[in-house]
């Protein structure tokens, strides 16, 4: 079992930075993969990044590539999504997912067996 709770979000100006942040707890972190996730209302909830175990491997969603990266902290239990370039589609409910799972598609929701909170993301033109 893990807890996550994500923090970081805010308003920002379009071109505008930030970074987001997911803090698990539990002494088992590095068996669980990381992602995020984002919502808005009336749509579905959308990968946005994944990282692996180890931190060595991760991936993105087309409209990420390029501005967003994922990272881990495996020491401090930390994972980020450093935002950059923010545009006002990028506005939406940000979420940090964890999945125990060692085979899975890592951009389906139903991979991830745990969920932080959610964190607002507002960018403004």
């Known amino acids: 079992q893990v807890q996550l709770v994500e923090s970081g979000g805010g308003l920002v100006q379009a071109g505008g930075s930030l970074r987001l942040s997911c803090a698990a707890s539990g002494r088992t972190f590095n068996n669980y993969a990381m992602a995020w996730f984002r919502q808005v209302p009336a749509k579905e909830r959308e990968f946005v990044a994944a990282i692996s175990r180890s931190g060595n491997s991760t991936g993105y969603t087309d409209s990420a590539k390029g501005r967003f990266t994922i990272s881990r902290d495996t020491v401090k239990n930390m994972v980020y999504l450093q935002m950059n370039s923010l545009k006002p589609e990028d506005t939406a409910v940000y979420y940090c997912?964890?999945?125990?799972?060692?085979?899975?598609?890592?951009?389906?929701?139903?991979?991830?067996?745990?969920w932080g909170q959610g964190t607002q993301v507002t960018v403004s033109s």
């Open positions: 997912a964890a999945t125990s799972k060692l085979y899975y598609i890592r951009s389906l929701q139903r991979a991830y067996d745990y």
